[in-house]
């Protein structure tokens, strides 16, 4: 990027990010996330890293907030309100620590690193507010604003039950804290509002925002708002804790809720085996960090994989120095101070560029495009490429090669772009069109129609034989979901199929170590260990099968559920082992009808099961996987000890308090019974949970037993 372009770029990032910071902090309207947000500022304070030139005092990196509104009458904080800076990994973290270790060795003659302590807590994803106390009453409620003016919410404040008008005692404080909304409030006001044909909150932040800035307070009142309260500030010198675990516990002495998910760490602390054997396992070279922030990042992660669970919003941890003697030493830079940092997770939502949009076919020959961008980290791996998912979401959000764009990632799931920032734009940006012909197979792309002969969102390659689409459905066989043959990865198949020694999944089971040693990259051991791979996946059970055969509408579940009724109504469970051919014809027997009575499959699926088993082409590969005598059995009858339960068919309805579905229907079919969808004279007993259907009444009229939770725990001990 040369002067010229960086100077442009520079000037579109510094208008995007101060449109969006107005409608965050002044008019409480997000149109983007924090993180995005987050994503745009860093790349602008890269961008003037790099050119110093273009860097100016009334750039939006050079300042905390925007104005507040003129709706609300503007109060001045006592207390200067600062944001914090925040740190994305350990090493930063680390580095935080090195720069406020020198700052206190160069202050402090006698400064020792083992006597340093950190109060970390989880950072709530709510809306920052400032309460004022006189004499032990709260006299006003303000929102941070610009951090020396906020506005007046005091009227609002009060309606927030977890924040006291009165003190346990009688003193002037400032205290900050955080109004949030909890999930479940959140999905019943967004529940509520869509009956009414309003606007749906996009967070719990958002929400809190919308409601704590509400002209009426008897609106911020039905929102259930709730508050942590976690910092505070006074002149009286009879308060004056001496750190921020004793601030917290007086903050709570005095009346306030206080997020009680702290912990505090020193460098004098041990870490034992166990911690530090999961930090070796994500790769950390812990002998580069101190004893505290290796705990702290046990903490981190510990905090990432429970955020799910939260009843509240959180969005990192919050590391403070313990000390308040060393948080005076340390003091404030002109942004933040240099005692606290946020600690933020993962970003599931940031910033980058299509580079170019190719397209990827997937087994059923649908062409999904696909953007290859910028390397960018989101959700904590870096990513070059984002799904479009299909032509009329690339229309929708008006995508173009070279468009800035916003990516997702939500846990394992592929990253796909969900907004583009047309504001970025400089012109040379280009439209994709979808090709007439395959990229692979030159056959012609088409877009199929439904019953009543509408299009189709997606686009298939209409030849089934094209190498890419014969290519996935054998990566997905072998997959771990499928039968798991290790050695077998997307390029090995790939190098497989342009050799010319597979054509179909069926194929793998006739590969010889003869056969791959000539191969690039193969020698006698590597070769060996693949097949015996091969040859030990020759057994597996119905549901891994089923799925590896990538029946459309059939996912991981289905399969579990198709297994089952297998089981229960077919002569196949009379066997330890059955062959493909004998699943085939067993299929064949079962009307559309009689397979649309499994709970949760309708017409779709029922009709996807059918199309395929009556299919001659996967008729061949049947006989093909007979022939390398593939053998199946049912999940966990094989090694079934117990058979408590053998020859009692069971149904189900209701929800159960200590089970959920599947794992009742494991247990049934592991001790010997068998499971039905619809309710009969053939049922033993049908097992009741809460908010039972009409099974109930049914089961009654034909004098079926009936099972509590407990009654069907004790059939079982």
Same mark, same amino acid.
């Given at each position: 990027?040369?002067?010229?372009?960086?100077?442009?770029? !520079?000037?579109?990032?510094?208008?995007?990010?101060?449109?969006?910071?107005?409608?965050?902090?002044?008019?409480?309207?997000?149109?983007?996330?924090?993180?995005?947000?987050?994503?745009?500022?860093?790349? #602008?304070?890269?961008?003037?890293?790099?050119?110093?030139?273009?860097?100016?005092?009334?750039? &939006?990196?050079?300042?905390?907030?925007?104005?507040?509104?003129?709706?609300?009458?503007?109060?001045?904080?006592?207390?200067?309100?600062?944001?914090?800076?925040?740190?994305?990994?350990?090493?930063?973290?680390?580095?935080?620590?090195?720069?406020?270790?020198?700052?206190?060795?160069?202050?402090?003659?006698?400064?020792?690193?083992?006597?340093?302590?950190?109060?970390?807590?989880?950072?709530?994803?709510?809306?920052?507010?400032?309460?004022?106390?006189?004499?032990?009453?709260?006299?006003?409620?303000?929102?941070?604003?610009?951090?020396?003016?906020?506005?007046?919410?005091?009227?609002?404040?009060?309606?927030?039950?977890?924040?006291?008008?009165?003190?346990?005692?009688?003193?002037?404080?400032?205290?900050?804290?955080?109004?949030?909304?909890?999930? *479940?409030?959140?999905?019943?006001?967004?529940?509520?509002? *869509?009956?009414?044909?309003?606007?749906?909150?996009?967070?719990?932040?958002?929400?809190?925002?919308?409601?704590?800035?509400?002209?009426?307070?008897?609106?911020?009142?039905?929102?259930?708002?709730?508050?942590?309260?976690?910092?505070?500030?006074?002149?009286?010198?009879?308060?004056?804790?001496?750190?921020?675990?004793?601030?917290?516990?007086?903050?709570?002495?005095?009346?306030?809720?206080?997020?009680?998910?702290?912990?505090?760490?020193?460098?004098?602390?041990?870490?034992?085996?166990?911690?530090?054997?999961?930090?070796?396992?994500?790769?950390?070279?812990?002998?580069?960090?101190? &004893?505290?922030?290796?705990?702290?990042?046990?903490?981190?992660?510990?905090?990432?994989?429970?955020?799910?669970?939260?009843?509240?919003?959180?969005?990192?941890?919050?590391?403070?120095?313990?000390? *308040?003697?060393?948080?005076?030493?340390?003091?404030?830079?002109?942004?933040?101070?240099?005692?606290?940092?946020?600690?933020?997770?993962?970003?599931?939502?940031?910033?980058?560029?299509?580079?170019?949009?190719?397209?990827?076919?997937?087994?059923?020959?649908?062409?999904?495009?696909?953007?290859?961008?910028?390397?960018?980290?989101? @959700?904590?791996?870096?990513?070059?490429?984002?799904? #479009?998912?299909?032509?009329?979401?690339?229309?929708?959000?008006?995508?173009?090669?070279?468009?800035?764009?916003?990516?997702?990632?939500?846990?394992?799931?592929?990253?796909?772009?969900?907004?583009?920032?047309?504001?970025?734009?400089?012109?040379?940006?280009?439209?994709?069109?979808?090709?007439?012909?395959? &990229?692979?197979?030159?056959?012609?792309?088409?877009?199929?129609?439904?019953?009543?002969?509408?299009?189709?969102? @997606?686009?298939?390659?209409?030849?089934?034989?094209?190498?890419?689409?014969?290519?996935?459905?054998?990566?997905?066989?072998?997959?771990?979901?499928?039968?798991?043959?290790?050695?077998?990865?997307?390029?090995?198949?790939?190098?497989?199929?342009?050799?010319?020694?597979?054509?179909?999944?069926?194929?793998?089971?006739?590969?010889?170590?003869?056969?791959?040693?000539?191969?690039?990259?193969?020698?006698?051991?590597?070769?060996?260990?693949?097949?015996?791979?091969?040859?030990?996946?020759?057994?597996?059970?119905?549901?891994?099968?089923?799925?590896?055969?990538?029946?459309?509408?059939?996912?991981?579940?289905?399969?579990?559920?198709?297994?089952?009724?297998?089981?229960?109504?077919?002569?196949?469970?009379?066997?330890?082992?059955?062959?493909?051919?004998?699943?085939?014809?067993?299929?064949?027997?079962?009307?559309?009808?009689?397979?649309?009575?499994?709970?949760?499959?309708?017409?779709?699926?029922?009709?996807?099961?059918?199309?395929?088993?009556?299919? *001659?082409?996967?008729?061949?590969?049947?006989?093909? #996987?007979?022939?390398?005598?593939?053998?199946?059995?049912?999940?966990? !009858?094989?090694?079934?000890?117990?058979?408590?339960?053998?020859?009692?068919?069971?149904?189900?309805?209701?929800?159960?308090?200590?089970?959920?579905?599947?794992?009742?229907?494991?247990?049934?079919?592991?001790?010997?019974?068998?499971?039905?969808?619809?309710?009969?004279?053939? !049922?033993?007993?049908?097992?009741?949970?809460?908010?039972?259907?009409?099974?109930?009444?049914?089961?009654?009229?034909?004098?079926?037993?009936?099972?509590?939770?407990?009654?069907?725990?004790?059939? #079982?001990?």
């Amino acid at each position: 990027m040369n002067k010229n372009q960086a100077k442009k770029r !520079i000037q579109k990032l510094r208008k995007e990010i101060d449109r969006h910071r107005y409608r965050y902090h002044v008019l409480d309207d997000p149109q983007i996330t924090d993180e995005v947000y987050t994503s745009l500022r860093y790349e #602008l304070m890269d961008l003037e890293e790099r050119f110093p030139e273009f860097k100016t005092a009334f750039s &939006p990196t050079q300042r905390i907030g925007g104005k507040p509104l003129e709706k609300f009458e503007k109060i001045t904080h006592k207390f200067r309100q600062w944001s914090l800076d925040d740190v994305f990994n350990l090493q930063e973290l680390q580095d935080w620590e090195d720069k406020n270790f020198r700052i206190l060795k160069k202050q402090i003659p006698n400064f020792k690193k083992k006597d340093f302590e950190y109060f970390v807590e989880l950072k709530i994803d709510g809306l920052h507010i400032v309460l004022t106390y006189e004499n032990g009453i709260l006299v006003s409620g303000a929102t941070r604003g610009d951090g020396k003016v906020g506005e007046d919410v005091t009227q609002n404040i009060k309606t927030v039950q977890s924040i006291p008008l009165k003190l346990s005692k009688s003193v002037n404080i400032s205290a900050e804290g955080e109004c949030w909304l909890s999930k *479940k409030e959140l999905k019943r006001i967004n529940q509520k509002r *869509k009956k009414n044909d309003q606007s749906e909150f996009a967070n719990p932040r958002n929400a809190a925002a919308g409601s704590i800035r509400q002209l009426n307070p008897k609106i911020a009142a039905k929102r259930n708002l709730d508050s942590f309260v976690y910092d505070l500030h006074s002149g009286d010198e009879k308060i004056n804790p001496k750190s921020q675990k004793k601030e917290i516990k007086l903050l709570k002495d005095l009346g306030f809720k206080v997020n009680n998910q702290n912990q505090t760490f020193s460098n004098k602390d041990k870490i034992d085996k166990k911690t530090t054997f999961q930090l070796k396992n994500k790769g950390l070279k812990i002998e580069k960090f101190s &004893p505290a922030l290796l705990l702290i990042q046990d903490f981190y992660q510990k905090s990432v994989n429970e955020r799910e669970k939260a009843v509240y919003e959180i969005d990192g941890l919050v590391i403070k120095v313990n000390q *308040k003697k060393y948080q005076t030493v340390l003091g404030y830079t002109g942004k933040a101070p240099r005692f606290s940092v946020a600690y933020k997770f993962p970003a599931q939502k940031t910033t980058t560029q299509i580079k170019e949009i190719t397209l990827q076919i997937g087994r059923t020959g649908v062409l999904t495009p696909v953007a290859v961008l910028k390397p960018v980290e989101v @959700a904590g791996s870096r990513v070059s490429r984002a799904t #479009l998912h299909n032509v009329d979401e690339i229309q929708r959000l008006d995508v173009r090669i070279g468009d800035t764009v916003v990516i997702q990632k939500a846990g394992d799931i592929i990253p796909e772009v969900v907004e583009v920032i047309k504001n970025l734009r400089t012109g040379r940006e280009k439209k994709f069109k979808m090709p007439e012909k395959c &990229p692979k197979c030159d056959s012609k792309i088409i877009r199929k129609r439904d019953e009543k002969g509408r299009a189709q969102v @997606a686009y298939y390659c209409q030849n089934p034989d094209c190498f890419l689409i014969q290519k996935q459905k054998i990566i997905h066989f072998v997959s771990k979901k499928g039968f798991n043959i290790e050695g077998l990865g997307k390029k090995t198949i790939e190098q497989f199929m342009k050799e010319d020694l597979i054509k179909d999944s069926a194929d793998i089971f006739n590969l010889e170590t003869g056969d791959l040693e000539p191969l690039d990259l193969f020698d006698k051991k590597k070769s060996k260990n693949i097949i015996d791979s091969i040859q030990q996946s020759k057994s597996q059970p119905l549901s891994k099968f089923l799925f590896a055969l990538g029946i459309d509408h059939l996912g991981e579940q289905a399969c579990l559920d198709f297994s089952e009724f297998l089981y229960s109504n077919s002569n196949l469970s009379k066997k330890r082992y059955f062959s493909p051919n004998r699943l085939l014809k067993t299929v064949n027997d079962f009307s559309k009808e009689r397979i649309q009575e499994i709970e949760g499959f309708g017409s779709k699926i029922s009709k996807s099961i059918r199309r395929y088993f009556f299919n *001659k082409k996967n008729k061949k590969l049947f006989d093909k #996987l007979d022939k390398a005598q593939i053998k199946i059995y049912f999940d966990e !009858i094989i090694s079934s000890l117990e058979q408590k339960l053998e020859q009692k068919t069971f149904v189900l309805t209701g929800s159960l308090e200590n089970f959920t579905r599947d794992q009742v229907k494991k247990l049934i079919i592991k001790n010997g019974g068998k499971i039905s969808s619809s309710v009969s004279k053939k !049922i033993d007993y049908l097992v009741v949970g809460e908010n039972p259907g009409s099974k109930l009444k049914k089961a009654q009229e034909l004098g079926i037993e009936i099972l509590n939770e407990t009654q069907f725990q004790k059939l #079982l001990s």
